[in-house]
T-cell receptor, first 118, second 110 residues
Framework: NAGVTQTPKFRILKIGQSMTLQCTQD?????MYWYRQDPGMGLKLIYY???????DKGEVPNGYNVSRSTTEDFPLRLELAAPSQTSVYFC?????????????????FGNGTRLTVT | SQELEQSPQSLIVQEGKNLTINCTSSKTLYGLYWYKQKYGEGLIFLMMLQKGGEEKSHEKITAKLDEKKQQSSLHITASQPSHAGIYLCGADPTGNQFYFGTGTSLTVIP
């Protein structure tokens, strides 16, 4: 199993450009998440999905959009990129609700996408 | 939303010293997770605590969830350079949204 795969690993955007960060997982996980991590900071939840066709906002959704047409894929779309969106983006997945899981079910993370907007 | 405040924000210790990182929640914790992130890399799961008073250890790292379930501490004994990185606590208060703490950056000086 590849786990959680993110592409691209690095990207430089100009202000106003748009792009899609790809995330796919092959573990049949229901829950998927997008986080951003600014330098020296913790992770902030952008959007999450509890299953195909269902998405919801996290802490910092402005400037982003997501879709979940399949269980495997959870792309993150940036429209009109701004310098404030310079960050490292992590996608994660988990099998079920972490609160009700009967076994340890930590998040599985991708390796991140480092995005710079100039 | 759940707020997880970590302290200290950063820590510089001499190799061999013990240290403690705290994670305080604004709400009751139903499961608290500790992750470690090496600089520039992804997150590594360390351990999960579910019950108030629960304590878990892995090698030289021990984590505890307090009885009132609003605070957790991570203790490293005899720190080594390999312990360096960012430590993050995380929680899932609603069953849907997994939130992370503000992070603690640890530097271990040989």
């Amino acid at each position: 199993n590849a786990g959680v795969t993110q592409t691209p690993k690095f990207r430089i955007l100009k202000i106003g450009q748009s792009m899609t960060l790809q995330c796919t997982q092959d573990m049949n996980h229901n829950y998927m998440y997008w986080y951003r991590q600014d330098p020296g900071m913790g992770l902030k939840l952008i959007y999450y999905s509890v299953g195909a066709g269902i998405t919801d906002k996290g802490e910092v959704p402005n400037g982003y959009n997501v879709s979940r047409s399949t269980t495997e894929d959870f792309p993150l779309r940036l429209e009109l990129a701004a310098p404030s969106q310079t960050s490292v983006y992590f996608c994660a997945s988990s099998y079920s609700s972490l609160v009700t899981a009967s076994y340890n079910s930590p998040l599985h993370f991708g390796n991140g996408t480092r995005l710079t907007v100039t | 939303s759940q707020e997880l405040e970590q302290s200290p924000q950063s820590l510089i210790v001499q190799e061999g010293k013990n240290l403690t990182i705290n994670c305080t929640s604004s709400k009751t914790l139903y499961g608290l997770y500790w992750y470690k992130q090496k600089y520039g890399e992804g997150l590594i799961f360390l351990m999960m605590l579910q019950k108030g008073g629960e304590e878990k250890s892995h090698e030289k790292i021990t984590a505890k969830l307090d009885e009132k379930k609003q605070q957790s501490s991570l203790h490293i004994t005899a720190s080594q350079p390999s312990h360096a990185g960012i430590y993050l606590c995380g929680a899932d208060p609603t069953g849907n949204q997994f939130y992370f703490g503000t992070g603690t950056s640890l530097t271990v000086i040989p």
